[in-house]
């Protein structure tokens, strides 16, 4: 299985890098949706599918089980197609469409949880599924990317790309949910550039950096427990963005950049086109933004305005609840 799945790893990495148009600072894009099953969640579900088998816990008959919602579920169902072993995602209702009709012709098996967990969120019920999934399934493995060190090992190389094509970077900007880029990217950069600093970017009703949970609609960033394996990151700064600005910050990527990316993409734009940089820094600042995934499967969410006015009205309902 190893000979087979190292196969897929000349369609991982080395995805495109290009420079943005930007009067204010120097703003460079990595393109992670150009990575073979279409996000930078190939590296995670690789490196943890990778080491799985090498280590023996998984053979030809084993079911991976997975809590996801959407881009590390379509990877890895995409990896186990191709290793014709079974594998069953535990999403949940925020999840995109076509994603979903997706993982049901690709996955063994689909499982949907629709009751929320206390945070507003449905990431602790995803995981007590897929526990309970786990032990009622014999030989089973979780590829749990909240947790194992080998989710965040897959971006090492990302930064080794990096590396490569910067004398000097200043900063990155890195959505945040099961927390494995910004914690490999993290390690392996400051190991060789400690000045480089790292911005996390999460969204309002997200919990890993203590903000207060609430509802969230949009699925790919942020999460309703802080992630084990965030604790090796290191980070220098945190932007939380509202779910509104997450739209806005999409529209514009597609305005000004002609990039059609998905809602942490959009996120980490606005992040960083508004960032304050030091004074010293202003104008001639060196930053890398890492896009994660690709706009077309939120065609139905937050590419529609219908949905997008829908959310608004879901918004304010919330807060006057609070």
Known sequence: MLEELSKLSAFIGNTPLIRLNNEKNNLFAKLEYNNFSGSSKDR????IIYHGIKSGAINEQTTIIASSSGNFAIAAASICRRLNIKFIPVIDPNINH?????????AYKVVKVTERDYTGGYLLTRIDTVNSLHASTENSFIAD???DPNNFKGYYNLSKEVLQVFDRL???FIAVSSSGAITGISKSIKQER???KIVGVDVEGSVIFNQPPMKRFISGI????VPPIIEHAIIDDVVIVSQADIIKGSFELLHDQAIFAGASSGAVYLAAKNYSF?????GNANSLLIFPDKGHTYLDTIYNKEWGIQLS?????AASLQ
């Open 44 to 47: 995670a579900a690789y490196s």
């Open 222 to 225: 942020g999460a309703s427990k």
């Open 278 to 282: 030091p004074d010293e820094l202003e």
């Open 194 to 196: 400690p000045d480089v």
């Open 313 to 317: 009205q879901k918004l304010q309902e």
């Open 145 to 147: 990317q909240y947790a």
């Open 170 to 172: 200043d900063y990155i």
């Open 98 to 106: 076509s994603y979903e009709l997706l993982l049901n012709m690709l």
